[in-house]
């Protein structure tokens, strides 16, 4: 081989991008130990760090496909993972979430690492994303459009979005509605999806091939596993699309399923009050939960079975 | 005092250049740049350097990320200060058939009155000083529309209401804004004792309001003695760029310099003052005429005092490399609360006080991790 070939082949590994699972576990290691790898994550770089044993290992299980960037970069997320220096830690590990250095939250159970870093990750956002509005829903794509499932916790949301993704959907979020000021596109966040309690079996269920990732019990919402989000979702990541269908989702156990369309100021109002941000945002907020709830056909659903529900929803789409 | 221009760290030169040449931030590298919006965030200046970076145009040379940072910081800014508008409004209603003079401190009085220091500004609270004579009827109007008490314990209450110059914080339950009414602008415990029926008779009115902003000079020392005399230093480094502004924008008004250093010395000010002109000069360029330096050559500390303040607030007001905190830095704050409550409150008194705090802290983190693993 010589000297131009060795180089060509040296180019061809920086121009192509890496993505996490190419790194070799010690290199992953090494790096979360010391400065760090910058993970894209939708449209944010997140700068990850950590000692915990074990954590490496879901990183690299669950953020498989996302590409690692070179640095310099700016980092929008400095995260830091480590376990607290202090006397407990020999009676009960414990793991400690840090952003830029602070940690907002008291410590976790240590084997608690990865949920921790996920919530951590979206209490970050939700505080600082404001270049967004900030919609606290569930986003989906199918050809080029976009669905929102907009609902608190405890309405299934979670679920619906982990059903839909394994029927063919794309998966934006399911849990940040990301609006681009400048045009009303939705952005794409992708991120493992936790499913809690009972919806760990009816999506295990529903979908059989679908990744879920380790049960970790009693946590802060109960027993969370995690999907791992699909390798189209992710390769797509940097792929906004408009909205189109508004739909506020509700389970109720064993409810015949009721797909309606739903006035525009009720959907307005519903929207504006489960946002992170319409209030801070004013005049932006308002102009952009307008614009998406006219852009958008708005319905309430109700269910109580999930494949029905998400036949219905793909008929939509169709209509 | 030495003119020369202070050197210090890397983290120092990013934040202190592009505080006080937002221009050159385009020359930055994505190096600097992902230092500077963690500074500038740890220290509350995001906003600031957002609304500087945006008055010069900049917003298109600079990385499209940082350019996403300022948009989001700006954006919290802008409701911060909204808000506090709002609250102002209601304040104002709930006292709307008594005839008190309210006059605006800090934060609010440089945003309603548009000064210099309200760009990109973050508010934390509204801060009001009102007649010590109406304060009981202020109270129990804001109480009757609604506000509360932020939850304290009985020594904090105790505290505030027999050490402190101000009411406990209050906070109107439909809305997120904490007020804090004082009738002084020093503690009462404090060795100083300010004129403050002065400062009414000096204040200046808004147009058709009962609100008032304190006199240019008072509102500088104000904004000092909180800094350099009885203050936390929590929020140095962004107090120091209001006095920065301050100075710069009333540094132009006749007779400005001179009422300060008289006004200053005339109230046992002349030290804190000194500090403050020493520092804006050192660390954000600020122009201070040759006489006002020499006049305040009396009230300059001994060298070894001057030393040491050089020293601990250096270390306090820039941040550390968020990635490699010091221990020092922990020091040199706790050593610049102690002094501030050593000259806010009589010996005894302080240790008292600071026993009593250490105590709840330690009472506080029981009862948290016992709830916590409790709960856990």
Known sequence: ?319 | MTATKYKGSHNEEILLTALCNPAETVTFTMEDWDLLLRLARRTRLLGRLAACVDELGLMEKIPEKAADHFTAASAFVDQRQQTARWEINWILKAHEDMNVPIILLKGCAYILAGLPPARGRLLSDVDLLVPRDALDRVEQALKADGWEFVKLENYDQHYYRTWMHELPPLRHPDRGMEVDIHHTISPLTSRLSPDTEELFRNSIAFDNSRLRILHPVDMTLHATVHLFHDGEFINGLRDLVDLADLLAHFGDLPGFWQQLVERAQAQRLGRPLFYMLRYTQRFLDATIPEGVLKSLCSDEPSWPVLRLMDVLVSWTLIPNHPDYPRRVTALAKWLLYVRSHWLRMPPGLLLRHLLRKQYMRWKNHRSTTMAQAGGG
């Not at chain 1, 993972?81 to 202090?86: A, G, K, M, S």
């Not at chain 1, 159970?109 to 990865?114: E, I, V």
């Not at chain 1, 669905?147 to 679920?159: E, F, N, R």
């Not at chain 1, 619906?160 to 998966?171: D, F, H, S, T, Y």
């Open chain 1, 1 to 319: 081989m010589d000297i131009s070939a060795i180089a060509e082949c040296r180019a061809d590994r920086e121009s192509r991008q890496v993505i996490v699972a190419e790194l070799p576990a010690v290199e992953l290691n090494q790096r979360l130990a010391g400065i760090g790898i910058l993970v894209q994550i939708g449209p944010f770089i997140v700068r990850i760090r950590s000692r915990i044993e074990g954590f490496a290992g879901l990183l690299q299980r669950f953020y498989a496909n996302f590409p690692v960037i070179p640095a310099p970069a700016i980092a929008d997320f400095h995260v830091q993972l480590e376990r607290p220096q202090n006397i407990r830690h020999w009676l009960r590990p414990q793991a400690l979430f840090l952003l830029d250095g602070q940690s907002p939250f008291l410590p976790y159970p240590l084997s608690h690492a990865f949920p921790l870093f996920e919530w951590g990750l979206n209490w970050g956002i939700a505080m600082q994303a404001h270049q967004y509005l900030m919609l606290h829903s569930a986003v989906v794509e199918r050809s080029g459009r976009v669905m929102l499932l907009p609902a608190w916790p405890g309405c299934g949301k979670s679920t619906l979005c982990a059903a839909l993704v394994n029927r063919g959907w794309r998966l934006f979020s399911d849990e940040f509605g990301l609006v681009r000021s400048m045009d009303g596109h939705l952005i794409p966040l992708p991120r493992p999806l936790p499913l809690k309690n009972r919806s760990i079996e009816v999506i295990r269920h529903f979908a059989p091939e679908a990744e879920l990732g380790p049960t970790f019990h009693k946590t802060r919402k109960g027993t969370v596993a995690h999907l791992v989000p699909p390798v189209f979702s992710v390769t797509q990541s940097n792929v906004s699309a408009p909205p189109a269908w508004l739909v506020f989702p509700r389970y109720r156990a064993n409810a015949p399923l009721h797909l309606a369309p739903t006035p525009k100021q009720q959907a307005f109002l519903k929207l504006a009050n489960n946002s992170f941000n319409y209030r801070l945002l004013g005049l932006r907020g308002f102009k952009g939960v307008t614009r998406l709830v006219r852009d958008c056909k708005c319905y309430i659903l109700t269910y109580g079975n999930l494949g029905e529900a998400t036949d219905a929803l793909n008929r939509l789409t169709e209509s």
